[in-house]
């Protein structure tokens, strides 16, 4: 069972969205609070949800009702993992791990408490989105690339870049991906696995487009791990670039 943080009681607000005046200004008083949207009630949904979670800027969490079938969970995991702006939603950011993970070819049963899918229906959800998974998986490898990139002596594009595609598209991936850096468990274990195919992602790994920061913001806690692990997979991952 992977070791999840959960948050203190005491400091839930249960709510709607949009979050009521009253309830905000608890939050600007104590900025230690944190709303859980009752989902099902909410008259917000969706996407226009995910903008207005975004924009507001502050730690939430939905929940869901258990009536949810998986039609509609896979269809907010989709909006989650491709729309172009970051929101803060530990349900769905470690929902969004365990798909990457099984990716991977992790077993998931008994690892995630309370999971948002099933195996089966991690494995259904990759089947009928492919293209969606194999992007984040592509990214998140490649973030291997950006890790070297951060090293001053090893910043040259020549050498970076050298014999991999360049992806120039701001929208590759939905740009929530940052959130996975977050998970105290994510570099541990996405990074013991092999890599695939490795790209030169020039906006994310060059621009400040992550709220306006840059990636190595949301992974700089995880930078001393990533170093000797690159030294780790030496010789072969370079030979594999």
């Known amino acids: 069972m992977l070791e999840i943080q959960r948050p203190d009681p005491s400091t839930i607000i249960p709510c709607t969205a949009p979050i009521e005046i009253d309830h905000l200004k608890k939050y600007f008083d104590n900025k230690d609070l944190l709303f859980h949207i ?59 791990s365990s798909i990457v993970f099984r990716h991977k070819g992790y077993a998931l049963n008994e690892i995630y408490p309370d999971p948002y899918f099933t195996e089966t229906e991690v494995d259904l959800y990759i089947e009928n989105n492919t293209e969606i998974v194999t992007r984040w998986v592509t990214f998140l490898d490649s973030c291997l690339i950006y890790a070297q990139k951060c090293i001053p002596e090893l910043d040259m594009e020549e050498y970076l870049t050298g014999g991999i595609d360049i992806i120039t598209d701001k929208n590759y991936v939905g740009y929530s991906i940052v959130n996975l850096f977050s998970l105290n468990f994510f570099f541990h274990n996405y990074y013991t696995r092999p890599v695939g195919t490795l790209c030169y992602f020039k906006p994310q ?13 949301y992974f700089a806690t995880k930078h001393n791990f990533l170093l000797p692990m690159l030294s780790t997979l030496g010789k072969d991952y370079k030979n594999d670039k």
Do not use: R, W
Request: hydrophobic share 40%.
């Open 205 to 217: 790994f060059e621009e400040h487009m992550f709220l306006g920061k840059n990636l190595f913001t």
């Open 38 to 96: 009752d989902y099902n009630n909410s008259k917000l949904q969706s996407k226009k949800l995910f903008t207005y979670l975004s924009n507001l800027d502050v730690p939430s969490d939905l929940v869901l009702p258990n009536t949810i079938d998986f039609e509609e969970k896979s269809d907010l995991l989709c909006e989650y993992m491709t729309l172009p702006f970051i929101i803060k939603l530990p349900v769905f950011n470690l929902a969004a």
